[in-house]
């Protein structure tokens, strides 16, 4: 389907889901909100697309909401009427947050800031070039930085989010802080390389089991929400539910006879669900 706001494409067995904005470092709109969920649907659902790969257009990744329709329009853009109360999360702008089991990698094109975050912290792998650069204005701009703080103390030190969160737009750390910080796992230099890198390293993870990745994700996932003797339950479940899949069997073939594996399809939305 055609998307306003996003570019949504495959090559080869990779799902790309860019940020369409330039012209406004992509932000997010209300448009964008819109049609996030039905892209990572669209990519979530298509049996080809073993791995995703999430970026932008232009000099920004992401820069979290569009300050200017917020400030114009504040309802247009959350959704609810003026200093309404809500008192449950129900965001649907990552994979995570739309069931979306395949592994993701989060490549940052420029500037992330905001609300940009949650698709750092919804990603699985988060590679960035070398002249991304990373801050969270909320603060600066009269608004309250709780969802992407949360996310982050479970990345990072809680000091280097505090700071982050507390100094607003009046500082920001690049790409060597981050990688220092276990927020990022590489470095692409020069920049104009990080779509071809992004692919490569997406083309290494496709050459797995579908099913045996998105299983795989899921108990790293989900064991974040539970204790570890619970986790460890839920993940002797995911192990066991996988004997008879037909990766199970093609898999150990494939190694005794000394060829490459010829993988099931990944099962779309089914194998998506939680």
């Known amino acids: ?51 995703i790969v999430n970026t932008g257009r232009g000099r920004g990744f992401h820069t979290g909401m569009d300050v200017k329709e917020v400030s114009s329009n504040p309802s247009q853009v959350r959704g609810d009427k003026p200093r309404e109360k809500t008192d449950s999360y129900t965001g649907r702008t990552t994979a995570i947050d739309n069931g979306v089991w395949k592994p993701v990698i989060c490549a940052i094109n420029g500037i992330c800031a905001g609300a940009g975050f949650h698709f750092v912290i919804g990603a699985d792998i988060v590679i960035a070039s070398s002249d991304a650069a990373f801050l969270d204005p909320h603060v600066s701009v009269g608004q309250v930085s709780a969802l992407e703080p949360i996310g982050l103390i479970r990345r990072i030190p809680f000091e280097a989010v505090a700071r982050l ?61 539970l204790g570890l ?11 066991s539910s996988f004997w008879g899949h037909p990766d199970d069997r093609e898999g150990t073939l494939a190694f005794a006879e000394k060829r490459e594996p010829q993988w099931a399809a990944p099962g779309g939305a089914k194998e998506n669900e939680s």
Not at 30 to 46: F, I, N
Not at 229 to 239: K, N, Q
């Open 1 to 51: 389907m055609g998307y306003e706001t996003l570019i949504v494409e495959k090559r080869g067995h990779v799902g790309w889901l860019i940020f369409n904005r330039p012209e406004s470092l992509g932000a997010m709109n209300s448009v964008m909100g819109r049609e996030l969920p039905l892209a990572w649907r669209e990519l979530g659902d298509d049996d080809d697309v073993r791995v």
């Open 229 to 239: 003797r619970e986790s460890l339950d839920m993940g002797i479940g995911l192990v």
């Open 165 to 225: 969160v507390f100094t607003g737009r009046h500082e920001r750390f690049g790409a060597e802080r981050a990688r220092e910080l276990g927020l990022i796992s590489q470095i692409v230099d020069p920049p104009e390389n990080l779509i071809d890198e992004a692919q490569a390293l997406a083309e290494k993870i496709a050459l797995n089991s579908p099913g045996a990745l998105m299983a795989s994700k899921k108990a790293m996932w989900q064991s974040l929400d």
